[in-house]
């Protein structure tokens, strides 16, 4: 069961991922964007669903489909190497650093932001 839910969450992600990509490349939304859009908003979504999980007792293989299928599928942390290395190829080494701490706080904000929305339960 887990193996078929992380499988599926895969596919689901990695489409998901081109899809976001497609829509904005119609918008001409430079690449480092994007690649830090889709981390930021999975950053909260895995944080959310961690929190969920330390609140509910949710199935292994639900956590794992989302958490290491969908979400994991989803981000992209080879493409945001591959940027840092072309921004340093071209002696863009500033943006290269503004984009390299910018996604690392961002992504830990983020995951907080989402896990404190998960354990939040009403009284």
Do not use: C
């Amino acid at each position: 069961m887990t193996l078929l839910a992380v499988g599926a969450g895969g596919i689901a992600g990695a489409v998901l991922r081109y899809s976001i990509a497609y829509l904005l490349d119609t918008h001409e939304v430079i690449a480092p964007l994007k690649t830090l859009l889709v981390n930021v908003i999975g950053s909260f979504l895995l944080g959310y669903l961690q929190g969920l999980a330390s609140v509910h007792k949710l199935p292994r293989w639900l956590v794992l489909g989302f958490g290491t299928g969908l979400i994991g599928s989803f981000t992209t942390f080879s493409t945001l190497s591959l940027e840092l290395v072309q921004y340093a190829l071209i002696d863009e080494l500033l943006r290269a650093l503004i984009y390299l701490l910018s996604s690392f706080w961002l992504g830990l904000l983020f995951v907080y932001a989402g896990y404190q929305a998960g354990k939040f339960k009403k009284v």
